[in-house]
């Protein structure tokens, strides 16, 4: 099939393309940043830089087949004109707010401004007249399509790894206490071969049927790989990682769906690229709103009860990993010793250095009995990480911020005292 041996041929560019490699220099960085937050919050390292850098570029894989499938397979054509436009929006929206990286924000507002352009005349300024045939010519209903369909991408790549990428933080609530929380962020560099129209019939051309493209006029094209980052970033204090991961994944997977959907009708019905543009930028904000709403709605998971201690996050690979034991759980007795503080448990290990007990609540409210021997070089612990108590000398600032302060902002501990 022409399509299939086009494919074969771009994959090798791909490997040409400067982006490919800042990407994977992109990947490197923020896991090592994340591993060194990790290392000032607990002195401990959860997760393994190769293992993350590995794992993201497979799912980011992955995520790239299914999303280049979907969009050569309904014909979205990708416009270099109308992606630089967008990639400006979202540049200046970032300056207002971090979160507006997302493309859903600069494609609404983009979809907007051609959509009201093209119901006047060009102007007669020799300044206004070329800016205003470039942007009439940006086909609205293929920049929503690709938008869509790499939310759906990334829904399924957040259901795929829900959460594990996760790393545990102190934060403060508005009244001054301490709990736990997760910070979610995971990033995934997906390979895209777009399609772009060449009007030549003597390069290389995809072609797949009379019925085919679904977006935009027939016409010549060939397949252009880009190599995207596609990121996902969350903060909870009620859910834990895995149940947060599949609540956002269902959401941007309906979004998605529903945008995908208006970019089909805006294809068919030109009017409705006005609606779909809206719907695009509101309703992803609409989802965000939602979440913290949710979040200042339900009470904190990670904080300890009267009688245990709860349980934050447990270290790969530690004896308390051995046994079993979950973030979430609460430990009510060691060594048949019960604890409700760390000096209490710390206490309680000491009674039996080479062999411990635990007497665990897990999260359906059952009994858990769990024991494991002790060897030299096992976290002093059980490799436990406790949410924070009263006298917990650190936590993590969390604020809105936009672009310029996120690059400037520094991992540090912040002292309750200072």
Same mark, same amino acid.
């Given at each position: 099939?022409?399509?299939?041996?086009?494919?074969?041929?771009?994959?090798?560019?791909?490997?040409?393309?400067?982006?490919?490699?800042?990407?994977?220099?992109?990947l490197?960085l923020?896991?090592?940043?994340?591993?060194?937050?990790?290392?000032?919050?607990?002195?401990?390292?959860?997760?393994?830089?190769?293992?993350?850098?590995?794992?993201?570029?497979?799912?980011?894989?992955?995520?790239?087949?299914?999303?280049?499938?979907?969009?050569?397979?309904?014909?979205?054509?990708?416009?270099?004109?109308?992606?630089?436009?967008?990639?400006?929006?979202?540049g200046?929206?970032?300056?207002?707010?971090?979160?507006?990286?997302?493309?859903?924000?600069?494609?609404?507002?983009?979809? &907007?401004?051609?959509?009201?352009?093209?119901?006047?005349?060009?102007?007669?300024? !020799?300044?206004?007249?070329?800016?205003?045939?470039?942007?009439?010519?940006?086909?609205?209903p293929?920049?929503?399509?690709?938008?869509?369909?790499?939310? &759906?991408?990334?829904?399924?790549?957040?259901?795929?790894?829900?959460?594990?990428?996760?790393?545990?933080?102190?934060?403060?609530?508005?009244?001054?206490?301490?709990?736990?929380?997760?910070?979610?962020?995971?990033f995934?560099?997906?390979?895209?071969?777009?399609?772009?129209?060449?009007?030549?019939?003597?390069?290389?051309?995809?072609?797949?049927?009379?019925?085919?493209?679904?977006?935009?006029?027939?016409?010549?094209?060939?397949?252009?790989?880009?190599?995207v980052?596609?990121g996902?970033?969350?903060?909870?204090?009620?859910?834990?990682?895995?149940?947060?991961?599949?609540?956002?994944?269902?959401?941007?997977?309906?979004?998605?769906?529903?945008?995908?959907?208006?970019?089909?009708?805006?294809?068919?019905?030109?009017?409705?690229?006005?609606?779909?543009?809206?719907?695009?930028?509101?309703?992803?904000?609409?989802?965000?709103?939602?979440?913290?709403?949710?979040?200042?709605?339900?009470?904190? &998971?990670?904080?300890?009860?009267?009688?245990?201690l709860k349980?934050?996050?447990?270290?790969?690979? !530690?004896?308390?990993?051995?046994?079993?034991?979950?973030?979430?759980?609460?430990?009510?007795?060691v060594?048949?010793?019960?604890?409700t503080?760390?000096?209490?448990?710390?206490?309680?290990?000491?009674?039996?250095?080479?062999?411990?007990?635990?007497?665990?609540?897990?999260e359906?409210?059952?009994?858990?009995?769990?024991?494991?021997?002790?060897?030299?070089?096992?976290?002093?612990? &059980?490799?436990?990480?406790?949410?924070?108590?009263?006298?917990?000398?650190?936590?993590?600032?969390?604020?809105?911020?936009?672009?310029?302060?996120?690059?400037?902002?520094?991992?540090?501990?912040?002292?309750?005292?200072?």
């Open positions: 099939m022409p399509i299939l041996q086009e494919l074969f041929m771009q994959i090798g560019t791909l490997f040409l393309q400067p982006l490919f490699y800042i990407g994977i220099l992109l490197v923020q896991y090592r940043r994340q591993i060194q937050l990790e290392r000032k919050l607990f002195s401990a390292r959860i997760h393994s830089l190769s293992q993350e850098v590995i794992l993201s570029l497979a799912y980011g894989f992955l995520g790239g087949v299914i999303a280049s499938a979907f969009m050569v397979g309904l014909g979205v054509v990708f416009q270099p004109n109308g992606m630089w436009l967008l990639w400006l929006i979202t200046i929206l970032t300056l207002f707010h971090i979160r507006f990286l997302c493309l859903s924000y600069s494609t609404g507002i983009l979809g &907007l401004l051609v959509s009201m352009i093209q119901l006047f005349p060009s102007p007669n300024s !020799s300044f206004l007249q070329p800016i205003w045939i470039e942007l009439k010519s940006i086909h609205v293929s920049l929503i399509a690709i938008v869509a369909i790499l939310h &759906l991408v990334e829904g399924i790549l957040i259901r795929l790894q829900a959460g594990k990428q996760a790393t545990p933080l102190f934060v403060e609530t508005k009244r001054g206490k301490l709990i736990g929380g997760y910070s979610i962020q995971s995934w560099l997906a390979p895209l071969f777009l399609l772009v129209a060449t009007g030549d019939v003597t390069m290389n051309s995809v072609q797949i049927g009379s019925w085919w493209p679904i977006f935009g006029a027939a016409t010549t094209f060939s397949l252009f790989p880009v190599p980052l596609i996902y970033s969350e903060l909870t204090t009620v859910y834990s990682p895995y149940k947060k991961s599949k609540i956002s994944a269902n959401y941007l997977i309906i979004y998605s769906t529903l945008l995908l959907v208006m970019a089909f009708l805006a294809e068919r019905w030109a009017p409705f690229q006005f609606i779909a543009s809206i719907f695009a930028g509101l309703a992803h904000e609409g989802i965000h709103l939602w979440g913290k709403r949710k979040e200042r709605a339900l009470p904190p &998971l990670y904080v300890h009860p009267t009688d245990g349980i934050l996050a447990v270290i790969p690979n !530690s004896p308390a990993d051995r046994m079993g034991v979950k973030a979430g759980e609460v430990i009510k007795k060594n048949g010793m019960q604890v503080t760390r000096t209490e448990l710390y206490d309680a290990l000491q009674l039996q250095p080479a062999f411990t007990k635990l007497e665990v609540i897990n359906a409210g059952h009994v858990k009995l769990v024991q494991h021997s002790l060897y030299a070089g096992d976290h002093h612990q &059980l490799g436990i990480l406790l949410a924070p108590d009263d006298k917990a000398p650190y936590y993590i600032e969390v604020k809105d911020t936009n672009l310029l302060q996120l690059l400037k902002q520094k991992v540090t501990k912040v002292s309750r005292s200072a």
